[in-house]
């Protein structure tokens, strides 16, 4: 793989030898612990731009230490977008709340929130760009959360840079309230929590999984409403890992219905039968959708709160199950 063209390096950047006992540590993780400010995807981004050279010469994401390093680091300034590649597109966007500081979305399934192989024009930071173009400078376009492709739901976004500090500063005191609904596999009787940590998985590095030594997660669930073999739950994040919601879910024995990833290899329900059984069987997704969202305003601290209803795919499916309930 051919290496990054450095950009030019500024007078400010951070020169830094790395420890001896951090070889065979991955470069972004360990860039991670140091500018623990920053998030993972952040710092994959200078890397990717090459801001972050290793003995001199840029290097990739996955590279690997060797120890004892020298490294420099040259961060974007403050207010600007991490990836200038980032382009503006007239992609659709559904505008729940807007102000001079804050933009709440409803985000459709199927739509990718940051550019990335194979989507570069089509997400919503494209049509962020493009509808609000005082956001190419804030980081990231002012997205501080984000959601699965096939997730839908709610999304906040920071108009500038000093509300999305806030709201960053919100996320890691996770003061943010965010609540999903999900259609799980299995009968749930009552609602409890998962506390569990979460890792990329050890041999399916595509995938995360519940890790022993992985960073601190914890989901709470209560019942919304039974079916035959099935459940609707409400589920609360108190922590925002990398498919949070579905790892946890996954791992009390209720996958959601259609994840491709976590959903494994369970049957349908017995008691559901014909079309509504190949309707399920046929779910091009996972049925999750972020479904409310609070939060403290980024400039007023006001506490506001947000709420979107199911789009029309899975609200067909739960109006289907419920009739067919007996």
């Not at 994401?61 to 974007?76: F, H, M, Q, Y």
């Not at 299995?186 to 409890?192: A, Q």
Request: charged share 25%.
């Amino acid at each position: 793989m051919a290496k990054v063209q450095a950009p030019s390096i500024s007078e400010t950047a951070h020169r830094i030898q790395l420890p001896r006992e951090w070889r065979g540590q991955r470069l972004d993780r360990a860039l991670g612990r140091l500018f623990a400010d920053h998030s993972r995807g952040e710092i994959q981004d200078w890397i990717g731009a090459g801001r972050v050279l290793v003995e001199g010469e840029p290097a990739s994401v996955r590279s690997r230490l060797k120890g004892n390093e020298w490294i420099t680091v040259d961060p974007p300034a403050p207010g600007t977008s991490p990836d200038r590649g980032w382009t503006a597109a007239p992609v659709p966007l559904t505008v729940r709340y807007c102000d001079e500081a804050l933009i709440v979305l409803g985000k459709e399934p199927g739509r990718v929130v940051h550019p990335a192989p194979g989507h570069r024009e089509d997400t919503l930071a494209n049509g962020l760009l493009y509808r609000f173009p005082e956001l190419t400078e804030v980081e990231r376009a002012g997205i501080v959360h984000r959601l699965d492709r096939d997730t839908s739901g709610l999304l906040a976004v920071a108009r500038t840079g000093q509300a999305r500090e806030a709201l960053v500063r919100q996320f890691k005191a996770h003061s943010v309230q965010r609540r999903y609904l999900a259609l799980v596999h299995g009968e749930l009787t009552s609602g409890s929590s998962v506390d569990a940590p979460i890792a990329r998985h050890p041999r399916h590095r595509t995938r995360f999984a519940v890790v022993a030594d992985g960073k601190p997660a914890v989901t709470h669930y209560r019942v919304r409403q039974r079916f035959p073999g099935l459940t609707l739950v409400e589920a609360w994040l108190e922590t925002g890992r990398t498919h949070q919601a579905r790892i946890h879910m996954a791992h009390i024995g209720h996958p959601v219905v259609g994840d491709p990833l976590y959903g494994g290899k369970g049957g349908l329900p017995r008691g559901i039968r014909g079309s509504l059984r190949e309707r399920l069987r046929a779910f091009p997704r996972q049925a999750l959708h972020a479904d409310r969202l609070t939060l403290d305003h980024p400039i007023t601290g006001d506490r506001r709160a947000w709420e979107e209803t199911m789009p029309e795919d899975l609200a067909d499916l739960v109006r289907s199950l419920s009739e067919a309930s007996p």
